[in-house]
């Protein structure tokens, strides 16, 4: 597992970029949830493997007490958990108020979270969840079958989680409270996935008939809502009732939004933060060379893992990319090779799908497009000649330096073979709004990094809207030319068999490379950067029956803050 750097220990350097960080608020079912397996490095070891060791873990048992300051990379729209758009930051802070049903562990498997219990039929057309007896909001309310059962209702009814439930027709408590009864129109093995994300993050009633929901959030997790000052910072405070013996240990957590790269590592290395998340090339070497001479700080990165791909998304709602011809054109256009050199260091591997090479699930020889530029200039010749106009499109970046790298190395690639892109630079709230509602052309884009390629099923498979409507398949692919993944997909979710679930991502990634409507570029790892007086941040434990510690959890960026604790500076 990578846990960090052992203080003295070298640590190959990694470099990498978090393309449109912001923009992957839209994945609410799709959080940074990626696990870490171990790994050895040394002289000849592909740049951004790291040599790691367990740090701070040895720390002595957790104390309580303390504040800790925590820099994000990005705000969230708000805390709803039906309403708002988390993205990875937004996790952090959610899971701080609230309780997901079910969370990830080690193993890579769903487990019982505020659920007690997680169980199904026969043929997965009816799963059972098990309320957690004695656990109440932080308004005093309970946490009963009837709560659950509002959330949940809630979240099938809103525009913007709905279709994350489309399986689901009905959630009935039973008559004794002790159980919520799920009702399918089709078969959902892997049901208790969305219920590890923002969909399965119980909100009080009261939120309900709240009109200002969003910025008061009232939760069961272990700490309290105080007070949120919009793209600056927001305050919680532990939870003295939490249900959870022993947690949390700190009594407060201020979250402040530090966007700027820099800005942030001033913050870190200035004392005003004690952790912080990180997708900045240059940070990431510069904390990493100084983790390795540096006792007070340590990083944490899974650069193994499935991380999340960046790509392009093509809006087949409009022109040019509802012609097949233009995104073609466009995917045999650009170099990911130099791309990943010239953008991400060589760090970020090219990908050709929603499945690295070292997947168990990766499909070889899928028919991706490989870069060819006298195809790509063959196909746009073709379709200058179709509409008599040259293809061209504007691709939406942030206004960062990052961003506008990658744009311009992917402009200056497409106009060597006859294609114009405008780069385009919006603010990622306005990005995102654009997204949902189909208002753009082409767009960066980062997803596929969860444990389940079923749990970011909406997105790419879900049904599509028209430009204007809330769509979380936002891509807007026709109904009728993602047939074939939508029903690749639905058979994968009729099993827990492994092998008979890879055999339907095989046709999911053979379709995709078909359709093109997303555009694969690289895959992405993130990390998290703290100092030596905070613990717990990687080691922690999902609940077991009674509350107390069980299995243990998942090693992710945007960690459970129930189990993080300061140690005073020496």
């Not at 805390?79 to 930051?89: L, T």
């Not at 498997?109 to 309320?131: K, M, Q, R």
């Not at 919006?426 to 949902?436: F, G, R, Y």
């Not at 095989?506 to 007086?533: G, H, P, R, W, Y």
Request: include cysteine.
């Amino acid at each position: 597992m990578n846990v960090g750097a052992r203080p003295k220990q070298g640590l190959r350097k990694g470099s990498w970029v978090i393309v449109l960080a912001a923009v992957s608020a839209l994945a609410l079912v799709a959080s940074a949830c990626q696990s870490s397996e171990p790994t050895e490095s040394g002289t000849g070891s592909p740049p951004g493997t790291f040599s790691t060791s367990d740090v701070n873990e040895d720390a002595g048992p957790p104390q309580s007490g303390g504040a800790l300051a925590f820099g994000l990379a990005a705000e969230t729209d708000g805390w709803s958990p039906s309403d708002s758009r988390w993205g990875g930051s937004g996790y952090i802070v959610g899971f701080s108020i609230f309780d997901p049903l079910a969370a990830y562990g080690d193993d890579g498997e769903v487990h019982p979270y505020l659920a007690s219990s997680l169980e199904h039929n026969a043929d997965f057309t009816e799963w059972t969840i098990g309320v957690r007896p004695g656990v109440t909001f932080h308004d005093g309310t309970p946490v009963d079958a009837a709560a659950i059962v509002a959330t949940l209702t809630t979240n099938k009814e809103s525009p913007l989680t709905g279709s994350v439930f489309s399986f689901a027709d009905s959630f009935v408590a039973s008559d004794d409270g002790t159980e919520i009864v799920v009702a399918m129109n089709k078969p959902w093995s892997t049901f208790p996935e969305v219920l590890t994300a923002q969909t399965g993050a119980i909100a009080a009633p009261s939120m309900f008939t709240d009109p200002d929901a969003k910025a008061n959030p009232v939760g069961s997790g272990p700490f309290e809502f105080q007070s949120w000052q919009q793209n600056n910072e927001l305050k919680v405070t532990k939870n003295p009732d939490y249900w959870r013996t022993g947690l949390p240990y700190l009594d407060a957590i201020t979250f402040k939004v530090v966007s700027d790269n820099t800005a942030r590592g001033a913050s870190f290395d200035s004392g005003s933060i004690e952790i912080f998340e990180t997708g900045d090339a240059s940070q990431i070497i510069d904390y990493t060379d100084r983790a390795a001479q540096d006792d007070t700080i340590q990083i944490f990165t899974n650069p193994n893992a499935e991380g999340a791909k960046i790509f392009l998304a093509l809006n087949m709602a409009q022109a040019p990319f509802d012609d097949l011809l233009a995104r073609q054109a466009v995917a045999y256009g650009i170099d990911t090779h130099a791309l990943s050199e010239q953008a991400f260091s060589g760090i970020f591997p090219p990908v050709d799908g929603v499945f690295s090479e070292n997947s168990p699930n990766y499909a070889p020889d899928h028919g991706y497009p490989q870069f060819d530029p006298d195809k790509a200039r063959a196909l746009a010749q073709e379709y200058e000649t179709k509409y008599g106009k040259p293809l061209s499109f504007t691709g939406t970046v942030l206004p960062t330096p990052e961003s506008q790298q990658i744009g311009q190395v992917i402009q200056q690639q497409l106009r060597e073979v006859g294609i114009d892109m405008a780069v385009q630079s919006k603010e990622s709230a306005t990005i995102i709004a654009d997204t949902v509602l189909g208002n753009y052309e082409s767009t960066g884009f980062i997803l596929f990094g969860s444990p389940s390629l079923d749990r970011e099923y909406v997105f790419f498979a879900g049904p599509a809207k028209p430009i204007g409507s809330l769509s979380l398949n936002f891509t807007r692919i026709p109904d009728d030319q993602n047939a074939a993944v939508r029903e690749a997909m639905d058979k994968a979710r009729t099993t827990d068999d492994p092998a008979l679930k890879k055999e339907q991502y095989a046709i999911v990634q053979q379709e995709m490379s078909k359709n093109l409507n997303m555009v694969f570029l690289v895959q992405m790892t993130s990390a998290l950067v703290f100092t030596d007086q905070v613990h717990g941040v990687l080691r922690w434990n999902l609940p077991n029956e009674t509350g107390g510690d069980g299995p243990a959890g998942l090693p992710s960026v945007a960690p459970f803050t129930a189990s993080i604790w300061m140690s005073p500076r020496s």
